[in-house]
T-cell receptor, first 112, second 114 residues
Framework: DAKTTQPPSMDCAEGRAANLPCNHS???????VYWYRQIHSQGPQYIIH???NNETNEMASLIITEDRKSSTLILPHATLRDTAVYYC?????????????FGTGTRLQVTL | DTAVSQTPKYLVTQMGNDKSIKCEQN?????MYWYKQDSKKFLKIMFS???????INETVPNRFSPKSPDKAHLNLHINSLELGDSAVYFC?????????????FGQGTRLTVV
């Protein structure tokens, strides 16, 4: 299983872009990078995923380096409701089902 | 229109009791999971079922027994509860075993064993 490394915490001013880094230097060629977040007292929520190319959806953008050893999740205009723990996950496939292996994540605090 | 719903949301019980947590998903997914989040906030998979068949069992004590009566339900029964079982348990579902699809999580069941 490819492991990920994230900073334990980050702060971001409301309205600014939040850039959350993740290292996954042992990722395999067919493994995807996923991002989930967990707002306090709620279940994890899917944000975005990618393989090689950069991806964007209504929530965020995902930038993956060319060597795929690291990625950055970008929340373009952070709001207070984006305060959460953000998990960078490399998807493990165990045959007919695949599991999410959560690390310790990055606690993002968005402030006024 | 809750996609993945768990009941109860809170459960307080004494050591040695047997309890169940129910999970239902209305997304038509084939795969369902149970995850455990302990007091240190580590979130770990316990079980995965694919169309009522057990696929993943992550070295969970056999006091924990998942039951899937149909692919929309995955219940978790816990026998002889111990203090260390206190945690938040999350149910999740995803479309069948595809690597690049998202998982939907329930809101969690906070189990407290006293």
């Amino acid at each position: 299983d490819a492991k990920t490394t994230q900073p334990p915490s980050m702060d971001c001013a409301e309205g600014r872009a939040a850039n959350l880094p993740c290292n996954h230097s042992t990722i395999s060629g067919n493994e995807y990078v996923y991002w989930y977040r967990q707002i306090h007292s709620q279940g994890p929520q899917y944000i975005i995923h990618g393989l090689k190319n950069n991806e964007t959806n209504e929530m965020a953008s995902l930038i993956i380096t060319e060597d795929r050893k690291s990625s950055t999740l970008i929340l373009p205009h952070a709001t207070l409701r984006d305060t959460a723990v953000y998990y960078c996950i490399v998807r493990v496939n165990t045959g007919t089902a695949s599991k999410l292996t959560f690390g310790t994540g990055t606690r993002l605090q968005v402030t006024l | 229109d809750t996609a993945v719903s768990q009941t109860p949301k809170y459960l307080v019980t004494q050591m040695g009791n047997d309890k169940s947590i129910k999970c239902e998903q209305n997304l038509g997914h084939d795969t369902m999971y149970w995850y455990k989040q302990d007091s240190k906030k580590f979130l770990k998979i316990m079980f995965s079922y694919n169309n009522k068949e057990l696929i993943i069992n992550e070295t969970v004590p056999n006091r924990f027994s998942p039951k899937s009566p149909d692919k929309a339900h995955l219940n978790l029964h816990i026998n002889s509860l111990e203090l260390g079982d206190s945690a938040v348990y999350f149910c999740a579902s995803s479309p069948r075993g595809q690597r690049n699809t998202e998982a939907f999580f329930g809101q969690g069941t906070r189990l407290t064993v006293v």
